[in-house]
């Protein structure tokens, strides 16, 4: 069976591996979408923390059911399935309180196991879903929206609310898209006008602001100088994380959605005179898949226009490392099989 591999920086190869055996409460899933993540390019640029190499990315999947193991009944051969990528241990203090996306022994798929750049994956049916009415693409693209979803449900965001969301990368116009179905009032930050243009026309967020013009006074502008109460961080970049407590509302939240590889720091007095709350927000909840499940099916989230460069399996090495230059102009990449 081939699998893609990236075996140290920079460095992707075509491997041949052995063929995945089905044990009790696991499916084999014939693997036919791999979405392209930030996580992905930054594990090949040698950005990405908690990871070692060698490792087979991918953990942006759907594919065809086509074997199950002992005790599996609520699936059947052909479904359709998309994969929740984070195996948690279901026993940990974060777990046992519902908070599987944070589970103190967190093995996330295309991290810190081998991942879904494969033929096939045998997987536990505790972490697939059933995607009855969904397309291959819109199967593949639960798991990076859901962590938009997760971000906006942890942040308690309300209709009417004003909020930022910084970087329109893919996790940041997920955030966007269903901030806005919520019926907040949002504005979109980035440094890239094309970006901002997009994030209009597909998220439909209300304004937009570039990051290198005068951010802080616009937003002052935009919010009648009370600033916005939740700020979404997307970047992933700790300039943008340390710059963006000085976005927040008195009382409001700052969300970090992105994760870098570095410390943060900030100035105490201010964080306490406005009585601010600082919130991680890592990978999602199946409540969190549940919710960008619904919106898929109605229509309300477009993924032919969120994907937006594709190749084949056997195409994908000599495509991978242009998707990262800024002239690709790459929002989702997809790789089909």
């Known amino acids: 069976m081939k699998a893609i591999v990236c075996e140290q920086i920079e460095h992707l190869k075509y ?3 052995e063929e995945p055996s089905v044990g009790e409460r696991e499916a084999l899933v014939r693997i036919q979408r791999i979405g392209i993540c930030g996580t992905d390019l930054h594990a090949f640029k ?13 953990h942006e999947l759907a594919g065809y059911v086509e074997e199950l193991g002992e005790g599996v009944t609520e699936l059947s051969i052909g479904d359709l399935v998309s994969v929740v990528p984070y195996m948690h241990c279901g026993q940990c203090i974060a777990c046992r309180h519902g908070k599987t996306n944070c589970c103190t022994d967190m093995k996330v798929l295309g991290v810190h196991r081998d991942g879904g750049m494969v033929e096939r994956l045998s997987l536990p049916v505790s972490h697939l879903i059933k995607a009855d009415g969904l397309t291959l693409d819109q199967a593949a693209m639960l798991e990076p929206l859901s962590i938009g979803a997760h971000a906006v449900r942890r942040s308690e965001l309300r209709p009417g609310e004003t909020a930022l969301v910084i970087g329109a990368g893919p996790i940041g116009l997920g ?30 967020v209300d304004h937009t602001v570039n990051a290198l013009q005068l951010p802080k006074e616009k937003l002052a502008e935009l919010t009648n100088g009370e600033f916005p109460t939740v700020v979404f961080d997307a970047t992933g970049n700790a300039r943008s994380m ?15 959605v992105g994760l870098v590889k570095a410390d943060i720091a900030f100035h105490d007095p201010d964080f306490h005179k406005r009585e601010l709350t600082l919130l991680g927000s890592r990978n999602a909840t199946m409540e969190d898949f549940d919710t960008v499940r619904n919106a898929l099916k109605t229509g309300s989230i477009d993924i032919e226009r969120y994907i937006t460069h594709r190749a084949s399996f056997e195409e994908m090495v000599e495509h991978f490392e242009t998707w990262l230059k800024p002239e690709s ?4 990449a997809m790789v089909c099989l």
């Open 175 to 204: 955030v966007m898209i269903l901030a806005k179905q919520l019926g907040a009032n949002v504005i979109a930050m980035d440094i890239n006008e094309e970006r901002l243009a997009y994030c209009q026309d597909w998220a439909g």
């Open 329 to 332: 102009k790459v929002i989702k």
């Open 46 to 58: 040698g950005n990405q923390p908690f990871f070692s190499y060698p490792r087979i990315l991918g």
């Open 15 to 17: 491997i041949e591996v």
């Open 242 to 256: 340390t710059d963006a407590f000085g976005l927040v509302a008195h009382g409001g939240k700052l969300v970090y």
